[in-house]
């Protein structure tokens, strides 16, 4: 795979993570379930712990406890 075809496929999981949080409503979504299911395409704990992180810090999602929601 070359870096820009990494780089878009990156984009459009992002993408699929903040809008499936956003359908989520006020009941957030579970960390684990989210992890859950990328981890069945191969995405390592420390990915999605980094990932979920840098959403929070770009103020595109909020955690709290367990769940995340859409900001």
């Known amino acids: 795979m070359t ?3 990494a780089v878009v496929s990156l984009h459009k999981i992002v993408q699929a993570v903040v ?3 956003r359908e989520c409503g006020s ?3 579970p960390a ?3 992890y859950a299911v990328l981890m069945s395409y191969g995405a390592t ?3 999605f712990e980094t990932m979920m992180r840098l959403l929070v810090e770009a103020k595109k999602l909020r955690k709290d406890g367990q769940l995340y929601f859409a900001v």
């Open 19 to 21: 809008e499936t949080v």
């Open 45 to 47: 704990l420390e990915q």
């Open 32 to 34: 684990g379930i989210l």
């Open 3 to 5: 870096k820009e075809k």
């Open 27 to 29: 009941t957030g979504a």
